[in-house]
């Protein structure tokens, strides 16, 4: 059986990896260079992990239904790990107003779920990236820019500039899961692989680095809904 991966090279970077996107794609992050046969062998090597991860029966495993909710009455959205009611309102702002749930204008579905979009992404500049900066200080790390960006198949992730990027569906989830992300990511500015060292840092910063893994494993398909 062929093993279908994309390559994609960077004169900054020394070591090479590998990693399985949340659609089954494989990516090789490789120097310079190294050559394609090279990096065959390595990824041979390899196989049966690569296997094991776009296997993955949560992690990777297909929608039962077309992503999302209808944004209707009495349907629910998430936020920060809890579902908030939604009520349809003839309201005079074109924008989503909340409290202890969520009154969206009497408009089109499409427009609702632009809002929601928009809300989201606002609120999750609001909540993550200040947690950016504070994990940042306590790790000792420096990053050049962190922002939210529009990523379906990844929560974060650490550039080889050290930018660092956080979906915006994060803002969904419970704060002890945005708190590993954030500090997953950041770990990344001082150990590019998953290694001992790695995990040891992770979790010298949080109690909960296995229920918010578990967490992701769970709900995360839910994340990637619109709403």
Not at 7 to 30: M, N, W
Not at 33 to 51: C, E, P
Not at 127 to 147: D, F, M, T
Request: net charge positive; charged share 25%; glycine share 4%.
């Amino acid at each position: 059986m062929n093993l279908g991966y994309t390559i994609t090279r960077s004169s900054k970077r020394r070591k090479l990896t590998i990693t399985v996107e949340r659609d089954r794609s494989v990516i090789v992050h490789a120097p310079e260079g190294i050559s394609d046969i090279d990096i065959d062998n390595v990824v041979a090597s390899k196989r049966q992990w690569i296997y094991e991860k776009t296997g993955h029966s949560q992690k990777y495993q297909a929608l039962p239904h077309a992503p999302g909710k209808e944004i209707v009455n009495g349907e629910s959205a998430l936020y920060l790990g809890k579902p908030y009611r939604i009520e349809i309102m003839k309201v005079c702002d074109a924008k989503i107003q909340f409290g202890q749930h969520f009154l969206v204008p009497h408009i089109s579905t499409q427009k609702r779920e632009e809002l929601f979009r928009e809300w989201y992404i606002t609120r999750a500049n609001e909540e993550i990236l200040p947690k950016v900066k504070n994990y940042a200080s306590k790790l000792g790390v420096h990053y050049v820019k962190a922002k939210i960006i529009d990523n379906r198949y990844r929560w974060g992730s650490c550039t080889l500039k050290n930018n660092v990027n956080f979906n915006w569906r994060l803002v969904k989830a419970p704060m002890f899961v945005i708190d590993y992300v954030i500090v997953h990511e950041l770990t990344h500015l001082m150990e590019g692989n998953h290694t001992p060292r790695f995990w040891n840092i992770v979790r010298s910063q949080l109690a909960q680095v296995e229920k918010a893994k578990q967490w992701l494993k769970e709900n995360g398909q839910l994340l990637e809904q619109s709403i």
